[in-house]
């Protein structure tokens, strides 16, 4: 494998359409500046060199996947606030080709089905959506007719983090890093297990994927199995990514799962890639080799 070889499925890059549409809103999320303004987190100071397409693609050989900053809230939003943004975030995302490849994303209560149709047809390696969607296995029924349109089209499905809950209470004061920290792989391993609850048997070809080690979710079916689980069966269409793990979370991800389903996920600006000491081997399985069959379906 070389470096132009390595696929990254997992960062962030806002197209000036998506920006634009953001400084336009009246109340979060918005943009005032550079400023990102979110209900449930502190304002957030973002870099305008994190999001130059041209710099970020000088810095990195490889394929590169870009998706829509799920914790914006944006796929929440009402439908007539959600669809100018959406639009925006899709129209910049399909003009960053070939340099990057990226997700689509739906609205949650009014989804486009046929629009997705036609985004995975046309570029789009797959669909994103947040964390939040799955809190419980019944949302892996209100989500059917929109992850049978991926499984129609052989795409694969990311899972991201999704909002924070807003605070209400002034009191309830939060460090900054309290959202990713805990809200986030919360969100996460709740979504991983109502996965294993409800959606691989309702959905059996379909290829997923849960960022940040699906919350180290994996890990906990030692308890699982405490409370009268099933012993753990390594699903092949199932894959968790690296974003924000280095050695001790990735490695108790092996030692769950194995190599196969571990895929390269930066979460560029906000992380870098784990890079691993498990040898060349892993190297190759996490950079080339997993990704491929997560987004191509394939094991070349």
Do not use: K
């Not at 998506?18 to 973002?46: F, K, S």
């Not at 693609?57 to 490889?62: D, I, Q, S, T």
């Not at 997923?208 to 390594?234: D, K, M, N, S, T």
């Not at 560029?268 to 890079?275: D, L, Q, S, T």
């Amino acid at each position: 494998m070389t470096p132009s070889s390595a696929i990254d499925i997992h960062q962030h890059l806002w197209p000036s359409e998506l920006i634009d549409a953001l400084r336009a809103r009246q109340h979060p999320p918005r943009m005032a500046g550079w400023t990102l303004l979110l209900d449930g987190e502190p304002p957030y100071e973002v870099s305008p060199d994190d999001h130059q397409a041209h710099g970020r693609r000088a810095a990195e050989p490889g394929r590169i996947v870009v998706g829509l900053s799920s914790p914006l809230g944006i796929e929440d939003l009402p439908a007539d606030q959600a669809r100018p943004l959406l639009s925006a975030w899709h129209d910049g995302a399909a003009a960053l080709r070939p340099e990057f490849d990226a997700w689509a994303s739906v609205h949650r209560q009014d989804p486009d089905l046929q629009g997705l149709a036609r985004q995975l047809s046309d570029g789009f390696v797959g669909l994103q959506i947040p964390a939040t969607w799955l809190a419980t296995p019944s949302g892996v029924d209100r989500l059917g007719a929109v992850l049978a349109v991926a499984a129609a089209a052989d795409r694969p499905v990311f899972v991201h983090p999704g909002p924070t809950a807003p605070v209400t209470d002034p009191a309830d004061i939060r460090p900054d890093w309290w959202a990713a920290v805990v809200d986030y792989p919360s969100q996460l391993l709740a979504a991983w297990w109502s996965w294993h609850a409800a959606g691989r048997s309702q959905f059996p070809d379909l290829r997923i994927c849960f960022a940040a080690g699906a919350g180290l979710g994996p890990v906990h079916h030692e308890r699982y199995l405490a409370r009268g689980g099933r012993p753990l069966v390594v699903d092949s269409g199932t894959f968790v990514d690296t974003s924000s793990y280095s050695r001790q979370g990735v490695d108790s991800l092996i030692r769950v799962l194995g190599v196969d389903p571990i895929v390269v996920g930066s979460d560029r600006p906000y992380g870098r890639p784990f890079e691993t000491d498990q040898g060349d081997a892993a190297v190759m399985a996490f950079r080339y080799t997993n990704p491929l069959r997560l987004l191509e379906g394939t094991r070349t």
